[in-house]
């Protein structure tokens, strides 16, 4: 098989690694040299070029706390009323706090104070090359223009450029401030980058003034003192009239304190139906010790037996002849008369009654001796007794239930009059809230309006902006050495990986090896001249 020396080798679709010692990587760079270096050369030239053309930035930084405050420790105190409860974190109020920071009034503000509009369009313009008449610092920037912001010679709302420049200006602000919210400790982190150092910490300084400036006008109070005053005054004399007709009310029903009031009155109606249960019960054991002691009198006798003497009674023996006497009669008339004559019947009657007598008679008699009963006149005494405690508790009764009565009426009134009073003493509680409302948010605008006047805010700066001695980015000779770095190691690899593409036997030895065939001769390259 035949090779041809010089770029009109054969091209064999075979992938072909001779690289295997260190002379065979000095041959592959000593053959492609060329390439190397137009890599080499081709990288350094576009290095070069971006590190012209690249703008370096410097980087101002501050730290400001935000401290627990008045501006969110209380609610608005031109808010009255029921107030609905924000539950609002510590880390909502901070990014609050950097929405604010990040408006466009405060990019504004910096613009408008530190005329950044002119030195935008006279910057823009020296990027392009169209005007560089002034002299520069390494930033960018001209000295002039960073002499003038940082001793603060252009004026607040100062006219400058046309509505653009302003508008690209603000624009570059807004892009260039960088803030972050640190929620563990309240505290804010801000940086400005800008071509120039001075220009950087000047412009974040005016940042952070204007921020505090907005925070306390956006915090303030919207209502002065006076109005709270006014208000006070009328409602203090609106809370005298309703405590007028609180009085006058209870005045003329005899209330000192409805509740306690009620709580006596209740408690004097408890304990007299408990006298008069109690009178109750004992008319009624009176009663029945009445009735018992009646009894035991009736069947008792007021006199007991002292002594009894046994003698003859002479009216038994004359009953006895008289009986003796109508039945001679008797027995007479029978023989005269039938028997069932009127005379007979009459006689025989006489002589039963006389029988009966007779029997009631006794033979002998006693002469009994009496005396006055001493538990007899107990028993009655005690009835007396017993009498007298009915009536006395029949009378406790009446004159209980009396009271009992006037006092449930008294009770009926206070009942009757408690919607009435309640309506007044609630009147008086509002009146009174009211009041006291306007009173305390009186004391907080007095407070929060000294504040206001003095500007005092509850934001603090940890850390003023810095001024940055080294750029934060673009660093020119840091930019040539990586990109000689680069340019060098991007040549290398370019020559292997060229190599690593080649697939053409260049040597004899090449032939042998991968096609396994000899060499017969080779035929050099002539060049024609």
Known sequence: MLKQDGPGHSN?????????????????????????????????????????????MYESTAKILIKVGRENASLD?????????????????LLSEVAIIESRYIAERVVSNLDLGNI??????????????KKYDSGGTSIQQSEQANTGLAKKNKSYGNNEDTEDAVKMVREHLSVKADEDSNTIFLA??????????????????????????????????????????KLLNALKQKELALEQFCGKRGIVSMESQKQAILVQIEKLESSINTARSQIFSSQEKIVLLEKTLGERSSTVEISRVAERDPAFNNIKQVLTTLQMKEYNLRNRYPEDSRILRDLRNEIDLVKLKLAEEQE???????????????????LEREKANLQSNLAVKQSTEIELKKKKEELAVLVDSGSMYLSLQR????????????RETLHQSNVFAALDIDKVSNVSMIQAPTYPERPSKGHKKRNLLLGLVLAVG??????????????????????NKYLGVSVLTTVPLIKHE
């Open 12 to 56: 064999i679709n075979l992938k072909v690694d001779r690289i295997s010692s260190i002379r065979d990587i000095l041959n592959v760079v000593f053959c492609r040299k060329w390439e190397g270096v137009v890599f080499f050369v081709v990288v350094v030239i576009l290095v070069i070029i971006s590190a012209y053309r690249a703008v370096t």
């Open 77 to 93: 105190p031109t808010v009255m009323g029921s107030a609905i409860g924000i539950n609002q974190n510590r880390g909502s109020g």
């Open 120 to 133: 935008f369009v006279e910057e823009t313009d020296k990027v392009t090359g169209s005007a560089d008449t």
């Open 192 to 233: 400005y980058s800008s071509q120039n150092p001075l220009m950087a910490q000047t412009i974040l300084n005016n940042v952070i003034d204007i921020y505090m400036e907005r925070h306390i006008e956006i915090h303030q109070s919207q209502a002065s003192p006076r109005f709270f005053m006014v208000q006070s005054e």
């Open 364 to 382: 002998s008699m006693y002469r009994v001796t009496t005396g006055i009963d001493n538990n007899y006149l107990t028993l009655e005494l005690d």
């Open 427 to 438: 009147d008086v509680n509002i009146a009174d809230g009211e009041y006291r409302k306007y």
């Open 490 to 511: 991007g040549g290398i690899g370019i020559i292997f990986f060229r190599e690593f593409l080649d697939q053409t036997l260049k040597t004899d030895e090449d032939v």
